[in-house]
């Protein structure tokens, strides 16, 4: 391939990304490392990040999957739409599977091999866990199963240093099933993810010692983030969402800034709203769909979507 050819191909996928979700993203970074101050990056006692915890900056997970949930669909729908028949169906279908094994796997079992070898080499300090509870994570891992692993061991057991793989195992569910479920409900797949936005949205999560389990499990599943995301890109097909343009903004710098900051405080309260010593498990699905959604409309008031993004 030729070296313009190249630089052609790059600056084609860099027009096709969205500029608000980029944006988006960069809240959803700070918000999770934000949350995650207390109890994986700072190891001494703090009064400031132990007040985080109290706030609803968790809520930066549930924006992560909102926006893989309408990037994927917003690229991949148009294009298994367009298939002729059921074989051509299944080659875009599976080339898709494949480039999203090629650009996940490789580095995502790095991280579940990397603390099996520092429990055993490294751990004088039992920071690294247990070999047992490293090795069931990094399986589990492998499997695209660790949301239910975490779910299962989360309260009753050891969870694994690599515990965070259970976001990454949620992403590839959704992208073996989005397919699947395109194909086999063709115009009735909105009526699904409508249904699972619902039940995620009205899903009592309040914790008691008798529905643990099943709040974690919803925690960990958060289909209600995912399916908002992908009936938002379903939406952005029809002339309706360009009612939403933020046209009255024009161009004032000054009343994006705002806005944008109106919507990290919305993130973040209703996330609060949940927010107790369990606060990682509770109401997590079911108010996700409400942050994507406010955090979706106030950042089209920023910005406004103009193109379909890059995968």
Do not use: K
Request: charged fraction near 10%; include cysteine.
């Amino acid at each position: 391939m030729h070296v313009s050819d190249i630089r052609s191909n790059t600056q084609s996928r860099a027009a096709g990304r969205i500029g608000e979700l980029e944006v988006l993203r960069t809240v959803a970074v700070f918000m999770v490392l934000l949350e995650h101050l207390n109890t994986n990056l700072i190891f001494w006692p703090c009064h400031f990040t132990a007040q985080l915890q109290q706030t609803g900056v968790w809520t930066g997970v549930d924006l992560f999957f909102a926006i893989s949930g309408f990037v994927i669909a917003r690229s991949l729908l148009p294009t298994l739409t367009g298939a002729r028949d059921a074989g051509h169906f299944a080659r875009l279908t599976m080339e898709f599977w494949i480039r999203r094994v090629w650009r996940i796997w490789p580095s995502s079992w790095f991280w579940l091999a990397a603390p099996l070898l520092l429990c055993l080499v490294f751990n004088r300090s039992g920071v690294y866990g247990s070999f047992p509870a490293n090795w069931s994570m990094a399986v589990a891992g492998v499997l695209n199963l660790a949301n239910f692993h975490c779910a299962i061991v989360f309260v009753h057991g050891e969870i694994g240093t690599a515990f965070v793989q259970w976001s990454l195992s949620l992403e590839e569910q959704f992208y073996l099933l989005l397919p699947i479920a395109a194909f086999l409900l063709r115009r009735h797949l909105p009526w699904l993810l409508g249904g699972i936005f619902l039940f995620a949205f009205f899903t009592p999560t309040h914790y008691t010692t008798l529905d643990i389990d099943w709040t974690v499990l919803c925690a960990m599943i958060c289909g209600g983030s995912v399916a908002a995301g992908v009936l938002l890109a379903l939406w952005s097909f029809h002339p309706s969402y360009q009612l939403c343009a933020p046209t009255i903004l024009g161009r004032s710098r000054l009343a994006r800034i705002a806005v944008l900051i109106g919507a990290i405080a919305l993130l973040v309260s209703l996330g609060r709203r949940n927010c107790a010593s369990w606060h990682i498990i509770l109401g997590r699905s079911h108010s996700s769909p409400r942050y994507w959604y406010g955090s979706a409309r106030m950042t089209r008031a920023i910005y406004g979507a103009r193109a379909a993004p890059a995968v």
